[in-house]
């Protein structure tokens, strides 16, 4: 009766109600999600504009691993990869998941694709243009990744061993985010979501900038040796 119906027009008013202070909620919390990348990539972007020297580009990485840790990306490391076709080198800067100081590793580009099944698949996507990878890694592949890195990791972490959520895992994701000179990548235990995909990508070109600076402190230092 009409009774039933006020009822029902009373709860669909009050649900009408908490759905939209719901939206607004939502609205809220996505926009100080964005002013927080917004402050991070910023941070990054300033250190790059304040290089002196090409040295300076490791403190560019620190600043970046750093602001990804502020946004809460659940990672087993965040690496930067450069890439030296001609000069046949493959550079690697990382923060791994429980090693205190930065990990950094160069060895010839040829070796590291021939070696690794992983790299070789990186590099072709690279090659390729492509503008990122997705990589799921399990079984056989991710004991010889672990084995792999593990000697890496120590060099400036002596004693170091993957925390066991990193050693137990049965599946690890990479994704990484590429750009002409190399990528930067996320090992994590979960598929990446289009989000914080979207995330690595406008954090790949800062760095692409932060190299490009790289790069011209580079040669005007080699200039000034010359003279």
């Known amino acids: 009766g009409d009774e039933d119906l006020d009822v029902l027009k009373r709860f669909s008013d009050v649900f009408g109600f908490a759905y939209n202070r719901f939206q607004e909620l939502k609205q809220k919390e996505e926009q100080n999600r964005e002013l927080t990348i917004q402050n991070a990539i910023e941070r990054v972007r300033s250190r790059a504009l304040g290089m002196q020297e090409s040295s300076e580009l490791d ?3 620190v600043a970046l691993f750093e602001a990804l840790g502020e946004l809460s990306f659940d990672t087993f490391w965040c ?3 450069l890439i030296d076709e001609p000069g046949d080198r493959f550079a690697i800067s990382a923060q791994v998941s429980g090693a205190e ?3 950094q590793s160069a060895a010839s580009l040829q070796a590291s694709v021939e070696a690794s099944v992983t790299s070789r698949t990186i ?7 492509d503008k990122a990878y997705t990589l799921e890694v399990t079984g056989q592949a991710l004991t010889d990744h672990l084995e792999f890195w593990t000697p890496v990791v120590q060099e400036s972490n002596p004693g170091y061993q993957f925390p066991q959520a ?7 994701y990479q994704f990484g985010s590429l750009f002409p000179h190399g990528l930067i990548e996320i090992g994590t235990p979960q598929a990446v ?3 914080d995909q979207d995330v ?4 790949t070109e800062v760095f692409e900038f ?3 600076r790289f790069l011209e402190l580079k040669e005007k230092e080699e200039q000034n040796r010359e003279l």
């Open 59 to 61: 403190e560019v990485s």
């Open 101 to 103: 100081d930065l990990v």
């Open 193 to 195: 979501g289009q989000e």
């Open 200 to 203: 690595l990508r406008r954090f």
């Open 79 to 81: 690496a930067i990869g």
């Open 210 to 212: 932060a190299y490009a």
């Open 123 to 129: 590099v072709e996507a690279w090659r390729r243009k």
């Open 166 to 172: 990193f050693a137990e895992a049965e599946k690890i």
